[in-house]
């Protein structure tokens, strides 16, 4: 029997750049969806702290999880733990 490879990984983990490029995808698809302009800002400051962060931000999930990520400025819970579905998936 073959077996699926499991989605929470990825042969290659996304840059910083490459979330943060992910992050402004959201914040335009949120806009455009008419989400409230203080969720979508959310996502646009997020992807300039990523772009913006010294760290690996794959190290910082697996070395302190999603408290890690929320310890970023203006990453809160909900930012946190879609960051760290998007690190594990790696897209």
Known sequence: IMRKAPQTSSS???SNHELAAVMRE????????????FRVAAYRR???TYARCPLN???VLREEGEVGLRKLQ??????????AALLRRGK
């Open 57 to 59: 931000l794959n190290e």
């Open 12 to 14: 290659k983990p996304l």
């Open 74 to 83: 203006g990453i809160g819970v909900s930012l946190a733990k879609a960051t």
């Open 26 to 37: 959201m914040a335009d698809r949120l806009q455009r969806a008419g989400e409230s302009p």
């Open 46 to 48: 997020a992807a300039t």
